[in-house]
Structures are given as structure tokens and as C-alpha cells.
């Protein structure tokens, strides 16, 4: 039995959110290391950024920029930071993080609780820049013009991230999702394409040539109408979007046991894996394969990873699955998915990505 399944108990025998601050405060105190060495076949380029594993950690685990080191050296190919939001903001009343463990599940509306660009820019300031972290971004609850947050967040942040993540997808701020809707969306995206300097950071032999600009990727929501995926992936060609993450949380609920399952908020976890995935394959049918896609929603494992990258996935990212499975998670599935190209006699990452 593994450390983490002792421990699990315990941990969750605190509130949620307690336990995810303490989980954040115990990296902090870990001594920093260089992240682990992947197999060469699990290496794929996406955006022009090398990523040696597929396996990223999602933005919502290290929402102010404290702790990305500590998780690449934990065995995450990537980390998503974030998400931040020009000021800081308290985001919504307590409770609002929920574990539902019978479901293998979590519902939250922590609201893009975070201290802020600035101080997160500081803290990343002084990254010794090992390995890929991308900076997911929003707009204020409060502000009067979201399009102009989103705007102030690429330039902020586009000096230390690796790539740039445009969040419009999570259901806990009132309206966010509209600008997923046509007009808002095109509007947005060529602000955000303005608004790119072309400064980047300085080029890292761990990771390869940086491109001209950190990348933008758009997180999508799983919660669409038909047509809304060729709307998405039209717009976000004619303007510039290097990849899509697909999927946030839902707002929708299937059968679920748990006590908290009326809790309002995205949910998470197993059982939104096949609104996910069918979300994906629907992302890469309307993309004809001309944009790359980053799985996220339900992964807990290795036969989950894969099954996102035989759907069209050229990376995937968890987070969840975290509070069951414990910090090994991210190298164990990259373990996985090394014996399942090695059984197939493939090379890459990429002679994989849409083959099932």
C-alpha cells in the first residue's frame, strides 16, 4: 500500500479546501529538483513547445503560481497554472469545494479565487524556467469589460508563461460562458491575437526553441450545442489559437451517489469522462485535424490517458483524479503510456494521437 492511501484518511477527514491548501503548503517546504527523465517516445511537440510527457497537471491545483516546480518534479510532463485574473479576488462563499468520493467525483464554484497577475508574475519571475508551465487566464467577476481583462492578462503574463490559456469555459462566473458564443468569441480571440507582443521567455535546453510567442490554447467547456464545435474551431483558426483544451468542468449531472451531488458547480472527475471524451471527438471531427487538441475532464489512468490520445489528444491533463490516486498519478500514466507504445512498436506520441 502506497504512502498516499495511508494517509488518504486523514486528509480527507479535513475540508476539502483546507486539505488542498495544506497539500500546497507541504509542497512549498519539498527541496527543488530537476524534473525526471521521460522515455524519448513519450515526447511530442505540440504549438512548437517539446513536451517530454503528455501528462500536464490542469489549471485549478496551483491557482496562484506557488508550487509548479514541486509538481513537474513529481513526474507531470507540463503544468497549468492558474487560473488568474488581473486583481485579486476572493472568489465565492465557503463552502465551495466538494468531494464526492463514492462517485470519484468533485464538485466546486470556487470562482477564480486567486491573489492576482502581479504577484503571481513575481513569483514565476523567479522560476529557474525547468520544464514546460503554461498560465491560464480569465477575467474578474466584477469587471466591466471582460474582453479588456483577457487583454490585460496576455500582456501580464505572456514573459513567463510557456504557453497562454484562455479560460471562457468555467461555469462559476456568472456570463463567462458567453463569450464561447459567436460574436463574443471572434471579438475576443482577435484582442487576444492583438494583444500578443511577441516578447517570450529565454529559450530552455530542457524543453527546445521557444516560438515566437507563447502559444495561445483556448479551453473549451463539454457543456455545447451541435455546431458549436465547427463554430469554435472555425474562429479559433481564422484567429491565430495554436490548440484547444477540451474539456472544463460540467455544469450538467449524471447519476451520482454522493450526498454532495446537488451541490451547484462544475463537476469533475470519473463521472465526466465520457462527456469529455465525446466532446473531444467531436472537437477533432469539426477540426479535420488541423488544430491540436489537449484532453482534460476524467482521466485517472493510463487506459483513460491513452484512449484520449487514440481519440485525437496530443496531450492530456488531470487534476482530479489527484485527490484519489495521490502524486504519483501523473508518472505512473506516463509509465503506462511508454509500455503502450513499446507494445505497439511505436515511436512517438504522435504516431499515436488518432489512430483508434
Known sequence: MSLFALARPLIHALDAEKAHRATIAALKLLPAHRPPAFPNRLGCEVAGLRFPSPVGLAAGFDKDAEVPDAMLGLGFGFVEVGTLTPRPQEGNPRPRLFRLASDRAVINRMGFNNRGQAAAAQRLSRRARRGI???????????????????AGVAAMEPFADYLAI?????????????????????????????????????????GPRPVAPPIFLKVAPDLEPGDHERIVRAAIDHGVDALIVANTTVTR?????????EAGGLSGAPLRPLALSALRAFRLASGNSLPLIAAGGIASADDAWERILAGASLVQLYSALVYEGPGLARRIADGLATRLAERNLSSIADAVGSG
Request: aromatic share 2%; glycine share 8%; proline share 6%.
Open 133 to 151: 508551465v503554461g498560465v491560464n487566464i480569465g477575467a474578474n467577476k466584477d469587471s466591466a469589460d471582460r474582453i479588456a481583462d483577457y487583454v
Open 167 to 207: 479560460n471562457i469555459s468555467s461555469p462559476n462566473t456568472p456570463g463567462l460562458r458567453d463569450l464561447q458564443s459567436g460574436s463574443e468569441l471572434v471579438e475576443l480571440l482577435a484582442a487576444v491575437r492583438a494583444a500578443r507582443s511577441g516578447r517570450a521567455p529565454k529559450s530552455d535546453t530542457a524543453t
Open 254 to 262: 449524471p447519476h451520482l451517489s454522493s450526498r454532495h451531488a446537488g
